[in-house]
């Protein structure tokens, strides 16, 4: 039976990004909906450090996406290509399929 693949990833791990995504989304819009002058990123403690969900996530792209209203499915889409490179750089280095 062929293993289910969403994302070029393996079924589980796609499922667990996309319910992360949606569940930062959600919280994220529903605090700036609910508190508007009140939500805002925790800012880092000095300008050579990053934010805390930088460094939680790997990368400034995602919350720079959620900030600019990006939908979860446009912030999934944006890692196509680099999880495509990466498939094909792991392809070289796989004992077995």
């Known amino acids: 039976m062929p293993k289910r693949r969403i994302l070029g990833c393996s079924f589980p791990i796609a499922i667990?990004?996309?319910?992360?995504?949606?569940?930062?989304?959600?919280t994220w819009s529903l605090a700036k909906w609910l508190f508007p002058d009140h939500f805002a990123w925790r800012k880092p403690a000095s300008p050579q450090q990053a934010?805390?969900?930088?460094?939680?996530?790997?990368?400034?792209?995602v919350r720079k996406a959620i900030q600019s209203g990006a939908?979860?499915?446009d912030i999934l889409?944006?890692?196509?290509?680099d999880q495509?490179?990466?498939q094909e750089?792991?392809?070289?280095?796989l004992l077995y399929e």
């Open 16 to 26: 667990g990004l996309i319910i992360i995504i949606l569940a930062i989304f959600i």
């Open 51 to 61: 934010y805390h969900f930088d460094l939680l996530m790997g990368t400034h792209q």
């Open 71 to 73: 939908s979860a499915c």
């Open 77 to 81: 889409a944006g890692w196509d290509a």
């Open 84 to 86: 495509q490179t990466f």
């Open 89 to 93: 750089l792991r392809a070289n280095y």
